[in-house]
């Protein structure tokens, strides 16, 4: 069950999935804006484009945020999962009723000491009958428990299957494809407008002061907006690979009988969310905007 | 709902009218009057560019609620089964004590 709980917790950090694969498009929009901005002349005009870029800015992002939705799904699904798989439950159900024996003999133990009859009353049945009823008892709920999570990973496995098969056909789809397109083409775009604003082949205004780190900001803003693609293919990848885990949770509930044999599975859903969450660092860490 | 193909064709077309105007911005020899004119003849292109990308990932937002609906009734159902389960573990500690 350890598995479960692990896979559980990290549920917060899967949530930002497709929603940072978005949000890294509109940072990556918004600085590339800054160098069209940057070569317009009126100044009125200038702070207006940079407060439009702000306000595209988070418009994008809360758009983003809105992509995550069924990550954070998911997540739900798998936090009422892992509540439902929880252990504790028929765990302690058996427990107190095998104490509950144990407070039987030492009643016996109490009655036979007070000597006041001639029969001696047998120790050990009320341990016994405690450890029967509490097994039985922890058998019972473990019983509906597995009847409840195997009946929901069934139903969970297609709907699962749906969520990341849409999110993959999203992320796939042309319209996707054409804003990764179009942020590759007008940073280029952008970048060449703010140089000409300082100076080209056909102008004869000066070159810009710091070129060279003009530059090498547009070689890493590049970089950035290459990757997209890249970041694309790995969250599909790892989606499909999220979907098949739970397949294989599912399939296994319906071969096995028992909740607490399912750990390797479990294991395995836990290294593909895990694989996800190695994804968003990757996308997060080189934010500057 | 338009379809992918005509998104793709129409942030084509603004990038390519954007190229335009940027060509003519940048032209020697023009007044003050006309370069503010062409500013503001981009940053019009460039307003279109943001409109037509912010209804993209509204449409892409609205894809993927649709999608995850019936996955939340799901997990909903789940935590209603969890509660009754939980109820069933209290019974039997009720139980335990009433022996007791």
């Known amino acids: 069950m350890k598995a479960v709980e692990s896979f559980t917790a990290s549920s917060d950090s899967l949530s930002r999935f497709p929603g940072g694969f978005f949000e890294e498009m509109a940072r990556l929009r918004a600085a590339r804006g800054l160098y069209f901005s940057a070569s317009l ?55 107190e009723f095998r104490s509950l ?12 000491s007070l000597e006041i009859a001639n029969a001696i009353l047998p120790m050990g049945i009320g341990k016994a009958a405690g450890r029967l009823v509490g097994y039985s008892s922890e ?23 749906a969520v990341v098969a849409s999110l993959v ?5 042309p319209a996707v494809t054409a804003l990764i397109e179009n942020e590759k083409r007008a940073l280029e775009q952008n970048y060449i407008s703010y140089l000409k604003s300082f100076g080209s ?30 970041l694309r293919g790995g969250i599909i990848s790892a989606a499909n690979r999220l979907a098949k885990a739970h397949k294989k949770i599912a399939e296994e509930f319906t071969k096995r009988k028992k909740v607490d044999e399912l750990y390797q599975e479990l294991q395995d859903f836990e290294k593909e969310v895990k694989a996800l969450q190695s994804g968003i660092t990757t996308i997060t860490k080189d934010w500057p905007y | 709902m338009k379809s992918d193909t005509d998104y793709k064709q129409e942030l084509k077309e603004i990038r390519e009218a954007l190229e335009v105007a940027e060509g003519l911005r940048f032209k020697k020899g023009l007044s ?15 307003k279109k560019e943001r409109a037509l990308v912010e209804k993209i990932g509204s449409e892409v937002a609205a894809q993927i609620k649709a999608s ?33």
Do not use: H, M
């Open chain 2, 32 to 46: 003050e009057t006309d370069k503010v004119d062409l500013e503001k003849a981009s940053i019009a292109l460039r």
């Open chain 1, 139 to 161: 058998l019972l709920i473990k019983r509906a428990q597995t009847r409840a999570i195997k009946n929901f990973v069934k139903e969970g496995d297609t709907l699962v299957s």
């Open chain 1, 41 to 95: 002349s009126d100044a009125t005009l200038r702070v207006g484009e940079i407060n439009a870029i702000y306000a595209g800015l988070v418009k994008d992002v809360q758009l983003a945020n809105k992509a995550n939705l069924s990550w954070e799904i998911l997540g739900k699904y798998r936090s009422a999962l892992k509540v439902l798989a929880g252990a504790a439950r028929w765990q302690d159900a058996g427990r």
């Open chain 2, 68 to 100: 995850s609906e019936n996955l939340q009734e799901l997990a909903k159902k789940v935590r209603a089964r969890t509660t009754k389960l939980s109820k069933t573990a209290k019974w039997a500690e009720t139980l335990r004590k009433f022996i007791c």
């Open chain 1, 169 to 173: 056909d999203i992320l796939k789809s």
């Open chain 1, 101 to 112: 024996g144990r407070s039987v003999d030492s009643l016996v133990k109490r009655f036979n």
């Open chain 1, 201 to 230: 082949a056909d102008s004869n205004l000066p070159k810009s002061p710091s070129a060279y780190n003009d530059d090498k900001d547009y070689l890493a803003l590049k970089e950035r907006v290459e990757k997209l693609t890249y």
